[in-house]
């Protein structure tokens, strides 16, 4: 079973604080894709991580993916209530007969109060 | 470009109806997924059609069914609604024929409530 396990599930913080975000496998990645999805919408893609040890940012946002691309994290400095969300990490379920399926963590809910 | 459209964006069905689902994918884009969401269970993968063929099927009873089309589009089918089905059906469209880094963009959904 491919599984991904995201910690933590919820998380509730103040403006300004930095928060860390986790998903691990216990099998390689090949790529992995972060999403953010806001209540009653789809996730939006957010980054596709694919090198071992890369490091990606997107404003406030830090992606990076692990050594051994088993696990990556998304780190935000400062957040702020519009970072308020859940967060998805997602790979891709390769393989014969695979394609086109991802396979997703259970999410983090971030909630940033103001 | 227009992003990956659904619809209806809400839907109120009864045990035992049928209901169909539509998405339209982002120009271009031949793959597209369907995924059910849920509290409970988070995003779980349907089904995936490309050039008009179901590539890929998740582990969902065959009472979920689908096609695309010869323009990408797509619909999705549940037949003999249960209680269960209440959830949010995403569609996603991707440009990877095969493999390679998989993104997908995912349209707003569908809600489906069965009571």
Not at chain 1, 3 to 32: D, K, M
Request: hydrophobic share 30%.
């Amino acid at each position: 079973t491919q599984l991904l396990e995201q910690s933590p599930q919820f998380l509730s913080i103040q403006e300004g604080e930095n928060l860390t975000v986790y998903c691990n496998s216990s099998s390689v990645f090949s790529s992995l894709q972060w999403y953010r999805q806001e209540p009653g919408e789809g996730p939006v893609l957010l980054v596709t991580v694919v090198t071992g040890g890369e490091v990606k940012k997107l404003k406030r946002l830090t992606f990076q993916f692990g050594d051994a691309r088993k696990d990556s994290s998304l780190h935000i400095t400062a957040a702020q209530p519009g970072d308020t969300g859940l967060y998805l990490c997602a790979k891709g379920a390769y393989g014969s007969g695979n394609t086109g399926k991802l396979i997703f963590g259970q999410g983090t809910t971030l909630q940033v109060k103001p | 470009k227009a992003g990956v459209t659904q619809t209806p964006r809400y839907l109120i069905k009864t045990r035992g109806q049928q209901v169909t689902l539509s998405c339209s994918p982002i120009s271009g884009h031949r793959s597209v997924s369907w995924y059910q969401q849920t509290p409970g269970q988070g995003l779980q993968f349907l089904f995936e059609y490309f050039s008009e063929t179901q590539r890929n099927k998740g582990n969902f009873p065959g009472r979920f069914s689908g096609r695309q089309f010869s323009n990408s589009r797509s619909e999705m089918n549940v037949s003999t609604l249960e209680l269960g089905d209440s959830a949010l059906y995403l569609c996603a469209s991707s440009l990877a024929p095969q493999g390679g880094y998989n993104e997908q963009f995912f349209g707003p959904g569908t809600r489906l409530t069965v009571l």
